[in-house]
């Protein structure tokens, strides 16, 4: 059985891939940390107790950090809503989150499960920035951390050059990479490449089960926005597609290892996770970068998660 701990500014497509997580055979999702990003960390806190009311499943949630390391705080609530997950009047949970922070949760977990847990990271990097800083061992104490984040060919969604997760908390991701001695990437440009068509979206929402009428539910905003922009109805799920090539690295079909470092400086640079895809900076190997993946098996996942 792989056990894992998301780590989530649980926005709707957190929310997709946390269901998909919980809805897995053979799969044991420990804890659940949270962070600002989407929304503030109130917020992606009680949006992660929602969904595990929905599901029934009472999994610790340990909140993180109310604000980058640095930077003031950058949010995407005009995507996911004001409190993350579409506005759609989902009633708030009476489980209460963890009173330990989730950067000692995440230290505390890895020691008492040393090599054991997966770490998954769909937000921000600013509790595990955290984390690893406190304890300069940790990543050797997790079997495997997956990350949504970087714009790998510099096509950024939030700033000219970066991805949301990397723009909202750059030094934080500068950490991360730097310390961390091998992550795996699921970047925008990939996550782009894979959306669900209009078709494959009504057949999810229609499934007449709990979990599809939430996320049906939840997506109306965001499927708004997106048919502004690209004037048909399709969707993206980039926290969705990271956690199932965690949880499912079978479903990868490409990848190159590559050293992938994150700007700090730069009117249109900051936040960008620049790629040696040719080896110059002789440094070796930190990301591997997941470039293309089985997009059958992954609507598959998706549909087993709505069930
Ligand atoms: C990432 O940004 C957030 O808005 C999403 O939840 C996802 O983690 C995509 O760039
Ligand atoms: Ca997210």
Known sequence: ?????????????????????????????????????NVGVDKTTANVLKILDLVGQDIPVYPGCPRPLVCPTYDAASIHGSDGLGDAGIPASKRQPEGKHAALALIDLANQNPGQLSLIAIGPLTN???????????????????????????????????????????????????????????????????????????????????????????????????REKFHQDLLFSADGLAVACALNPGIITAKEDHFVSVELNGSDTRGMTSVDWFGLSGQPANAEIILEIDHARYVEMIEASLQ
């Open 128 to 226: 595990l920035a955290a984390a690893v800083t406190l304890d300069p061992e940790l990543p050797g104490k997790f079997a495997e951390l997956t990350i949504m984040g970087g714009a790998i060919y510099a096509k950024g969604n939030t700033h000219v050059t970066a991805e949301f997760n990397i723009y909202a908390d750059p030094e934080a991701a500068h950490v991360v990479f730097e310390r961390w001695p091998k992550v795996r990437v699921l970047s925008w440009e990939t996550t782009m490449a894979y959306p669900f068509n209009g078709e494959q979206v009504k057949g999810f929402f229609g499934m007449n089960t709990p979990k599809a009428q939430f996320f049906h539910d939840i997506y109306q905003n965001t499927l708004g926005f997106l």
């Open 1 to 37: 059985m792989k056990r894992f701990i998301i780590d989530t500014d649980a926005g709707v497509d957190d929310a997709l891939a946390i269901l998909m997580a919980l809805g897995q055979k053979d799969v044991k999702i420990e804890a659940f940390t949270t962070v600002s990003g």
